[in-house]
Every structure is written in structure tokens, then in C-alpha cells.
């Protein structure tokens, strides 16, 4: 391959054989013709330039997921008191307004309260209790059924039984216990074949 220089040489030596500074020049233009690579395009004019290729546009930044919220702390609560147990309700029964005493028990026989007791009544007792003795006179049985009586429905025994105001009070099976302020009387039971109060048992 010749070299430009040996090119330039031989153009100008071309030239001057032919004569003339006009061929200098044109020596010296083939030259720079010879000496361009034929591969490579002449360049664009500079208004028919190619746009250059657009690039592809950037991707954009991905969001980072936010993070899952977490559940507020909730503050540990001191432990509740067990609620006091609750009392029953008992019934306060009013205040007894009707007669006192013997008066009151005779009151109860007449609004169908109360019967008066029997010899029978207090056999029946006697045979409950296997205890007693057999051997009793009829002294003792007449002064068990002094101020003595049957109970016949619910009844509310009348105040002031004390002393010689006391009595006795037998109540059949399936009859409720009288209420109220016994005093110094006593009650025989048959629902429990038991007796309760100050003169049980006395006779």
C-alpha cells in the first residue's frame, strides 16, 4: 500500500511533467481523493442529519413497600378485684301490732290460727318420743296442757309470752313453724319430732 507521502511525491512530480501550477493543484487533489477510504460515506450535510436514535427512558424508581404498621402496645392493665359476694336479701318482717299475750293467742283461735291443744295432741307427742316415761300422773299431763295449742296454718306468734303468759305450741306434719318472738314458750314439732324453746320437756 503506498503511503501518502509517496503519493504526494508522485502527483507532484505528474505535475510538473505536465506543467503548470494548475496541475500542482490537481495533483495535490487527487491525492486527498486517493488517499480517503472508499468504505467510508461522505458525511450528511448538516441539515439532513440523523436524529440520533432516542434513548430508552428510564425506569422508574420503584416505591418501597411500606412497612406493615404494628399494633399500637396496649398498656397492661392492673387485675380487676373480684366483686364482693353478695348477701341475701332477708325479708324484715313488720313490726307485730296486734294484742299481747294470752289475749293475742285468743285473738289467733278466733281468726282460725289455733285450736287448743287435747289430751290427744299431747299423747301423740309422748308416743313420738319413746323416751318418755309411761309412768306420768294426770297431774303432769293437765299442767302440759295448760295454755297449750295446735298449730293449724302459717301464724305469727303474739309478744309478750313470757312467764305465765308462756304456752305451747304443737305443729302437725305439713304445718309451717309459727314466726315470731317465742319468749319463755316452747314448740313441739312433728315435721322434726324436736322441740325448741325455753320450757321444752317440762311438764
Request: net charge neutral; with cysteine.
Amino acid at each position: 500500500m503506498l503511503t501518502r507521502s509517496t503519493l504526494m511525491l508522485c502527483a507532484l512530480c505528474c505535475a510538473i511533467a505536465l506543467g503548470g501550477c494548475d496541475s500542482v493543484n490537481k495533483a495535490f487533489e487527487y491525492a486527498s481523493q486517493r488517499e480517503r477510504p472508499q468504505d467510508q460515506p461522505a458525511a450528511a450535510p448538516s441539515d439532513t442529519a440523523v436524529s440520533p436514535r432516542p434513548s430508552p427512558p428510564a425506569a422508574e424508581p420503584r416505591q418501597a413497600e411500606p412497612a406493615p404498621e404494628r399494633a399500637p402496645a396496649v398498656a397492661s392493665l392492673p387485675p380487676v378485684a373480684a366483686p364482693p359476694a353478695l348477701k341475701p336479701i332477708v325479708a324484715v318482717a313488720p313490726p307485730y301490732t296486734g294484742p299481747e299475750g294470752e289475749a293475742g293467742l285468743s285473738q289467733g283461735v278466733r281468726d282460725g290460727y289455733l285450736r287448743e291443744a287435747r289430751r290427744s295432741d299431747l299423747q301423740q307427742w309422748r308416743d313420738s318420743q319413746r323416751s318418755v316415761d309411761a309412768r306420768r300422773d294426770e297431774s303432769s299431763s293437765a299442767f302440759a296442757l295448760h295454755n297449750a295449742y295446735v298449730v293449724l296454718k302459717p301464724y305469727r306468734l303474739p309478744t309478750g309470752l313470757y312467764g305465765a303468759h308462756s304456752a305451747r305450741f304443737y305443729v302437725p306434719r305439713g304445718v309451717e313453724r309459727p314466726t315470731g318472738e317465742l319468749g319463755h314458750s316452747a314448740i313441739y314439732d312433728f315435721n322434726t319430732l324436736t322441740c325448741s324453746g325455753a320450757t321444752c320437756n317440762f311438764e
